[in-house]
């Protein structure tokens, strides 16, 4: 059997101002068929068709603060899913003041939405979880910027167990008791006998994480959050030749965002946001490798598939 | 002597909803080295740099409404220009709430702006002067939209008599009575002998004109406002199979815009704001010119040079 989806999309990677090549932060993340739009930069709806997305099965956004390069697509893509006719209520997790500005936007162009926005207003002051279903959680903690900001965690619920096919006769268990044995129990089977867990099933594979950290400056604090993350995906700015302007402007360089991910002991780490000033972004690759090692960047249409 | 530049560049042709191939409306018109941008959709500072235009030289834009396809690019592009370090006030033509808005989305990001925007609040009233200075003016005038909206003329001043070299000895006249003969009058010269303006003036380029409307319904007191234009824009969303539909959205369809210029009298029409439902566009122009011939379309970078 395949195992469920677990993708990352990345929609754009400028930072502040975009270019005709770098769109502002956008990232979609598919959870087993979730679709978790984090961050909406300007144009983030055009980048979602030139992806070929399902652009409607969007129905949870997360935004992580509001500087213009985080959200300003944001308007422009909740109002092309009323034009589509759009029925399905969406989440939008966000800062609350976004409420606000969205409904000044519809207000003035006297748009009674097709569908229900349920606002979620994010706080920063520890791991907040903000939604769960059956397969998925997501979190927010507290990051540290110029203005109010935070990361989000994205993680598979665990795996049920799985049946070993071998050593289980499933003509002698009920549906009902296949389930419990996927959840780690022990089951008596039709003919009164005890079946031990142990014996029938084998571990499943593991749950898998993604962590999203942008804006921030190199903050030690972000570890606990991201701790164990298969996939951590780390703002950087600048190179470490800027780092003051780093220091001053709160954002982090790429060697930083590598020492967070050392320190954090993730699988996987993705850098982006970077500056319009870096054309050319192998040294962000050079400077984060010697402090560690799996580091790719992120690119407009890239996907990470864990 | 080459003539100044009177130029138009359609930055996105879209109604609406953008897709990968039609940005949202926006474009660019610079008169004698004047850079007027014209609606602001999201995105329209991503096709600024596409087209390599002289970003920083806008000084004045012009927001016809407040439907988002002509606005939520512009929160984007003041805030790049700031990031560029813009000092050069700006000057905002447009409804008043847009003013609000852009207030909001600078107190949230706790943006405070490197340079001053002047804001200059449309009617919708009557042909109004929103900007004039030695060389243009522009007006906006009332349209029918299912909002506040209004369209926009762009004048060229008359332009002086030319000095028919053959005709004056220049030695004999100042430079003070060359520019009263250019400006139509009679001069004495050193001489004490009076000069006839007709005997050594010859007429001058007619002074150009370019008229914006959209979003409008088929609306005949339009014609008054855009009378003899060189060169009008007017939005065709529809084709005329979908007439009704263009009604009810307060919309028009090509048909209609080709009668709006035939009406007008002006010189060249071009078409645009197209649903995306259109992929072909060849139609429009089919549809148009039996009733106006000089018509053509609008398209992403297309220059119109009068």
Same mark, same amino acid.
């Given at each position: 059997? %395949?195992? !469920?989806?677990?993708?990352?999309?990345?929609?754009?990677?400028?930072?502040?101002?975009?270019? &005709?090549?770098?769109? /502002?932060?956008? !990232?979609?993340?598919?959870?087993?068929? *979730?679709?978790?739009?984090?961050?909406?930069?300007?144009?983030? !709806?055009?980048?979602? #068709?030139?992806?070929?997305?399902?652009?409607?099965? =969007?129905?949870?956004?997360?935004?992580?603060?509001?500087?213009?390069?985080?959200?300003?697509?944001?308007?422009?893509?909740?109002?092309?899913?009323?034009?589509?006719? *759009?029925? %399905?209520? =969406?989440?939008?997790?966000? /800062?609350?003041?976004?409420?606000?500005?969205?409904?000044?936007?519809?207000?003035?162009?006297?748009?009674?939405?097709?569908?229900?926005?349920?606002?979620?207003? &994010?706080?920063?002051?520890?791991?907040?979880?903000?939604?769960? +279903?059956?397969?998925?959680?997501?979190?927010?903690? /507290?990051?540290?910027? *110029? =203005?109010?900001?935070?990361?989000?965690?994205?993680?598979?619920?665990?795996?049920? *167990?799985?049946?070993?096919?071998?050593?289980?006769?499933?003509?002698?268990?009920?549906?009902?008791? =296949?389930?419990?044995? #996927?959840?780690?129990?022990?089951?008596?089977?039709?003919?009164?006998?005890?079946?031990?867990?142990?014996?029938?099933?084998?571990?499943? @594979?593991?749950?898998?994480?993604?962590?999203?950290?942008?804006?921030?400056?190199?903050? @030690?604090?972000?570890?606990?959050?991201?701790?164990?993350?298969?996939?951590?995906?780390?703002?950087?700015?600048?190179?470490? +030749?800027?780092?003051?302007?780093?220091? @001053?402007?709160?954002?982090?360089?790429? %060697? !930083?965002?590598?020492?967070?991910?050392?320190?954090?002991?993730?699988?996987?780490?993705?850098?982006?946001?970077?500056?319009?000033?870096?054309? +050319?972004?192998?040294?962000?690759?050079?400077?984060?490798? /010697?402090?560690?090692?799996?580091?790719?960047?992120?690119?407009?249409?890239?996907?990470?598939?864990?």
């Amino acid at each position: 059997m %395949q195992r !469920q989806n677990f993708e990352l999309l990345i929609l754009g990677t400028s930072s502040a101002a975009p270019t &005709t090549k770098r769109n /502002p932060s956008a !990232q979609l993340l598919n959870v087993a068929e *979730r679709f978790f739009l984090i961050d909406c930069g300007e144009a983030t !709806q055009i980048q979602l #068709r030139r992806y070929k997305t399902k652009f409607q099965k =969007i129905d949870h956004i997360f935004i992580s603060h509001l500087h213009g390069d985080h959200f300003l697509g944001l308007p422009g893509f909740l109002a092309s899913m009323h034009l589509l006719g *759009r029925k %399905q209520e =969406i989440n939008i997790y966000c /800062p609350k003041e976004l409420k606000e500005i969205i409904d000044k936007i519809n207000s003035v162009s006297e748009t009674r939405m097709s569908y229900e926005i349920k606002w979620h207003f &994010t706080k920063n002051d520890k791991l907040n979880l903000l939604f769960e +279903d059956d397969k998925t959680e997501v979190y927010s903690f /507290p990051m540290k910027h *110029r =203005i109010f900001c935070t990361g989000f965690l994205f993680k598979e619920k665990p795996l049920l *167990r799985k049946i070993d096919k071998f050593k289980l006769d499933k003509n002698k268990v009920s549906i009902a008791d =296949i389930n419990n044995l #996927r959840k780690g129990e022990d089951v008596i089977n039709a003919e009164g006998k005890k079946i031990k867990n142990k014996d029938v099933t084998i571990d499943p @594979e593991e749950a898998r994480s993604f962590a999203y950290c942008s804006d921030t400056i190199y903050d @030690e604090n972000l570890v606990k959050y991201i701790k164990e993350v298969d996939l951590l995906y780390h703002e950087s700015t600048f190179l470490n +030749d800027k780092a003051k302007r780093a220091e @001053e402007t709160f954002h982090s360089t790429a %060697q !930083q965002a590598a020492k967070i991910a050392k320190a954090g002991k993730v699988k996987q780490l993705i850098l982006g946001h970077y500056s319009a000033r870096y054309v +050319d972004l192998t040294p962000f690759i050079d400077e984060a490798t /010697p402090h560690f090692k799996n580091v790719m960047l992120a690119t407009e249409g890239k996907k990470f598939k864990i």
